[in-house]
């Protein structure tokens, strides 16, 4: 589902539908209830104006956003990637751990983060 808005971003990860907007959410479909994913530890928080996307990669959420670079006099922006494990604690509770984050890419200012999608080979 992708409703246009840079800074919205959806991803199933093992049968679960999560929901970035300022937070992490996941969808318990026994309640029907939107539930905050808890822990990510680590993880910077987001620029409002900046772009957020998340993809399944094997089991685990890959999250990757983009930040503008003051040193480059904010023509370009600078690419980042998470890599979050997932964990269920019981039936209403899950846990994300950061397991690795760096810089992967820096663009121009002019590029557009449209989505991330995820294979593994």
Do not use: N, Q
Request: proline share 3%; aromatic share 20%.
């Amino acid at each position: 589902m992708d409703l246009g808005w840079p800074w919205f971003s959806y991803g199933v990860i093992d049968d679960v539908l999560f929901y970035y907007s300022d937070g992490f959410e996941w969808y318990d479909t026994e309640v029907r209830l939107w539930r905050k994913l808890k822990g990510l530890v680590g993880l910077p928080k987001f620029a409002h104006y900046g772009c957020v996307k998340m993809a399944d990669y094997g089991g685990k959420m890959a999250v990757f956003w983009d930040k503008y670079l003051p040193s480059s006099g904010y023509k370009k922006k600078t690419i980042w990637c998470a890599v979050i494990s997932l964990e269920r604690r019981g039936s209403e509770e899950i846990w994300g751990k950061v397991e690795w984050l760096d810089a992967v890419l820096t663009v121009p200012e002019s590029y557009e983060f449209v989505c991330a999608l995820s294979a593994t080979v």
